[in-house]
T-cell receptor
Framework: DTEVTQTPKHLVMGMTNKKSLKCEQHMGHRAMYWYKQKAKKPPELMFVYSYEKLSINESVPSRFSPECPNSSLLNLHLHALQPEDSALYLC?????????????FGPGTRLTVT | GQQVMQIPQYQHVQEGEDFTTYCNSSTTLSNIQWYKQRPGGHPVFLIQLVKSGEVKKQKRLTFQFGEAKKNSSLHITATQTTDVGTYFCAGPNGSGNTGKLIFGQGTTLQVKP
């Protein structure tokens, strides 16, 4: 099973809402990633978790809060977002983060902030 | 900072024509990866090249890694409508021991039937 699942597929939220994005993989991967992708742009790395510990935060605003409850799950908690945060949010996983392994991406959550 | 540049940004071809996208890194890479993203989809891993001068083929797709490990190319022979999408190259950041990838800007391929 080489699938990464993400929920929800679409999310519309107001600037005062709190919501969470969820990601799951059952490949035994020990590295998980959150990316943000704007239209016609490459994925932009936000966070890396390695062995359930946050290893990279790409200076992401605190209104985005990641969480890795266990080796299969990754959440992204959203609070007080801005309209410019509207984008496709992709989760990915790889075997480990200490080497350059291929990354498996989920289908993404398309987020609209109103 | 480390950069990966990719050209062209867009390419429109007639079905059956060939297509090539080029990727250049500002630094020597330990490896390079290629991903394809269909319209409305998510990036899907295609291949990883590791060795200097390496050439790998997947059916009509040919991937090359330059001798200096700073450039790479993806060539598609006789394009089909199923090849439509954006192709990204990506190299590891720094020594590659963090999992972080530096993506090129992507080349979007349109194929006219």
């Amino acid at each position: 099973d080489t699938e990464v699942t993400q929920t929800p597929k679409h999310l519309v939220m107001g600037m005062t809402n709190k919501k969470s994005l969820k990601c799951e993989q059952h490949m035994g991967h020990r590295a998980m990633y959150w990316y943000k992708q704007k239209a016609k742009k490459p994925p932009e790395l936000m966070f890396v978790y390695s062995y359930e510990k946050l290893s990279i935060n790409e200076s992401v605003p605190s209104r985005f809060s990641p969480e890795c409850p266990n080796s299969s799950l990754l959440n992204l908690h959203l609070h007080a977002l801005q309209p410019e945060d509207s984008a496709l949010y992709l989760c990915a996983s790889s075997q480990r983060a200490d080497r350059s392994y291929e990354q498996y991406f989920g289908p993404g959550t398309r987020l609209t902030v109103t | 900072g480390q950069q990966v540049m990719q050209i062209p940004q867009y390419q429109h071809v007639q079905e059956g024509e060939d297509f090539t996208t080029y990727c250049n890194s500002s630094t020597t890479l330990s490896n390079i990866q290629w991903y394809k993203q269909r319209p409305g989809g998510h990036p899907v891993f295609l291949i990883q090249l590791v060795k200097s001068g390496e050439v790998k083929k997947q059916k009509r797709l040919t991937f090359q890694f330059g001798e200096a490990k700073k450039n790479s190319s993806l060539h598609i022979t006789a394009t089909q409508t199923t090849d439509v999408g954006t192709y990204f190259c990506a190299g590891p950041n720094g020594s590659g021991n963090t999992g972080k990838l530096i993506f090129g800007q992507g080349t979007t391929l349109q194929v006219k039937p």
